[in-house]
T-cell receptor, first 112, second 113 residues
Framework: KQEVTQIPAALSVPEGENLVLNCSFT??????LQWFRQDPGKGLTSLLL?????REQTSGRLNASLDKSSGRSTLYIAASQPGDSATYLC???????????FGKGTKLTVNP | DTGVSQDPRHKITKRGQNVTFRCDPI?????LYWYRQTLGQGPEFLTY????????KSRLLSDRFSAERPKGSFSTLEIQRTEQGDSAMYLC???????????FGPGTRLTVL
């Protein structure tokens, strides 16, 4: 059974700082990995999708990496802004099942 | 706005009542998912449709829960005889077989009194 863990559970940084969010998973036989952002009381916004054959994906100030062999992914946010404040979730999908398995998320606060 | 819509956005009901939620997917997506999220947790998978066929169900989906996607377009999730433990955010997501990037709707917040 896949388990996804995100560390830290919460992170507070000053504006402008570069930061890294971590995601680990127990079963490396994943199909892909997705990073999401969730604002309070809202649905999830897809940020980046990394296929199992890829090592990283970039979108604007965001860069996500994937190391299947070690069961880890990181989300790098450059030059953080107060508008980046949200909960960030990672999720994996595996062969044989189409569902996503989520971590509990990292709550990010960027202080002006 | 991802293009996935859910209705209603909020539902307050009394214990024992039945409730039904609707999800309208992105038009070109033939796969549809339902998840449930409680406070401080990540979403948990409930069920998955490809076109009108329900292909996977979680053990979380007790016999009080039923989901349909009659014409392979919109989907409904019904909860019968609601319990206080059913209080949660119910999220719908859709994707295509070719890309498998799931896009989520805004969710339906259910409160059972």
């Amino acid at each position: 059974k896949q388990e996804v863990t995100q560390i830290p559970a919460a992170l507070s940084v000053p504006e402008g700082e570069n930061l890294v969010l971590n995601c680990s998973f127990t079963d490396s036989a994943i199909y892909n990995l997705q990073w999401f952002r969730q604002d309070p009381g809202k649905g999830l916004t897809s940020l980046l999708l990394i296929q199992s054959s890829q090592r990283e994906q970039t979108s604007g100030r965001l860069n996500a990496s994937l190391d299947k062999s070690s069961g880890r992914s990181t989300l790098y946010i450059a030059a953080s802004q107060p508008g980046d404040s949200a909960t960030y979730l990672c999720a994996t999908s595996q062969g044989g099942s189409e569902k996503l398995v989520f971590g509990k998320g990292t709550k990010l606060t960027v202080n002006p | 706005d991802t293009g996935v819509s859910q209705d209603p956005r909020h539902k307050i009901t009394k214990r024992g009542q039945n409730v039904t939620f609707r999800c309208d997917p992105i038009s070109e997506h033939n796969r549809l998912y339902w998840y449930r999220q409680t406070l401080g947790q990540g979403p948990e998978f409930l069920t998955y449709f490809q076109n009108e066929a329900q292909l996977e169900k979680s053990r979380l989906l007790s016999d009080r829960f039923s989901a349909e996607r009659p014409k392979g377009s919109f989907s409904t999730l019904e909860i019968q005889r609601t319990e206080q433990g059913d209080s949660a955010m119910y999220l719908c997501a859709t994707d295509s077989l070719s890309r498998r990037e799931q896009f989520f709707g805004p969710g339906t917040r259910l409160t059972v009194l």
